[in-house]
């Protein structure tokens, strides 16, 4: 694996003590996975990672173990790890899971906005449209993943973060797999309509249209068809 293709430093990952040893590389690993710098079913190897950032396979395999537990990657013994590649049944899943836990987070963030945050929100947006038509793929995709994150914040609730964190890290995979090119993971559109349902504090539309809004996204992905046991 190319060192050029991990970085140090994510601003997603899960929080660890700080002394862990094996953080530098989950950190990396994840990181590649959110910005499809690892594709889905590439193979991790364990002495290039060992190499790059100076660090027994002890060490290393501690690191992978984590990402295989939140299903980022999948590990067979004797073979080693590599990057998941999710289904469709478990894509409807994961997209059904984010749909309520999203809708439930507009509703709380409805309920308690302030002026203030709605004007952050709406900063976040001009960021985003300002990315979009500077072609500046990575910078906008990283934005509009944000800002379902931005929301969960405003929740104040940290297990829906969590939750949301762990959604969405899956959902980079599935969208590596399978959004058509040029086809845009999140609508801008879509963003602009949640925050003035926000604005207005009205819980029930804003849920109304994140559900929309989850559901193009996951429409606009091309699932191949799911194989049929054969009965014997």
């Given amino acids: 694996m190319p060192a050029a293709t991990i970085p140090r430093k994510t601003a997603t990952a899960k929080a660890v003590p ?38 027994s396979r002890t060490v290393v395999r501690q690191a992978l173990h984590r990402l295989a537990e939140l299903r980022i990657l999948d590990i067979v013994p004797n073979k080693g790890a590599t990057v998941a590649r999710p289904g469709p049944k478990e ?6 899971a984010r749909r309520v836990v999203e809708a439930g987070i507009v509703r709380m963030v409805a309920a308690r906005i302030t002026h203030g945050e709605v004007q952050r929100l709406t900063q976040r947006l001009r960021a985003e449209h300002e990315a979009l038509h ?24 940290a297990e829906l973060q969590r939750i949301l964190s ?14 058509a090119p040029g086809e845009a993971s999140c609508e801008h559109a879509e963003h602009e309509q949640l925050v003035e349902w926000l604005a207005l504090r009205d819980g029930e539309a804003a849920a109304g249209a994140m559900e ?3 559901l193009a996204l996951e429409a606009r992905l091309r699932l191949p068809a799911e194989e049929v046991p054969v009965a014997s």
């Fill in 91 to 96: 894509t409807r899943e994961i997209f059904a």
């Fill in 166 to 179: 762990d959604l969405m890290t899956r959902c980079s995979l599935i969208v590596a797999l399978y959004e």
């Fill in 18 to 55: 700080a002394a862990t040893l094996d953080q530098p590389v989950y950190e990396a690993v994840l990181d590649a996975v959110m910005h499809g710098q690892l594709r889905p079913g590439e193979r991790l190897g364990e002495p290039a990672l060992c190499e790059r950032f100076g660090v």
């Fill in 212 to 214: 929309r809004h989850l």
């Fill in 134 to 157: 500077q072609q500046d793929h990575a910078r906008w995709v990283a934005l509009a993943g944000g800002f379902h994150l931005a929301l969960a914040e405003l929740s104040g609730n």
